[in-house]
Nanobody, 125 residues
Framework: VQLQASGGGLVQAGGSLRLSCVSS????????VGWFRQAPGKEREFVAA????????YYADSVKGRFIFSRDAAKNTVYLQMDSLEPEDTAVYYC???????????????????WGQGTQVTVSS
């Protein structure tokens, strides 16, 4: 599985961006797919994920109500729509996937086997 993330950029606070992550090879249909982010000097943190392809979507409390995770199975692509962006959202955003993830480990970066290259999101105040 190879993942390619895109869509980052520079935006003012209150603005929006939509990130995309395309998978080549195996499809996302049965994988757990997540978005993580890492700010300078901080650990990589969970943002959102869909559990085992068609399951419920989970969000970090910090983004709930502002970010929306979606999937286009035909395009083998997942999206992260980010609205009402805040300077605290500034980070490199990564998509990740795994097919052996259990519910209790879904929010941990170490559970994921495949990672995209990351896309920078910068929110100015």
């Amino acid at each position: 599985v190879q993942l390619q993330a895109s869509g980052g950029g520079l935006v003012q606070a209150g603005g929006s961006l939509r990130l995309s992550c395309v998978s080549s090879g195996r499809t996302f249909s049965t994988y757990t797919v997540g978005w993580f982010r890492q700010a300078p000097g901080k650990e990589r943190e969970f943002v959102a994920a869909i559990f085992r392809g068609a399951g419920r979507i989970y969000y970090a409390d910090s983004v709930k109500g502002r970010f929306i995770f979606s999937r286009d199975a035909a395009k083998n692509t997942v999206y992260l729509q980010m609205d009402s962006l805040e300077p605290e959202d500034t980070a490199v955003y990564y998509c990740a996937a795994g097919n052996r993830i259990i519910m209790s480990s879904m929010r941990g970066a170490s559970a994921y086997d495949y990672w995209g290259q990351g896309t920078q999101v910068t929110v100015s105040s």
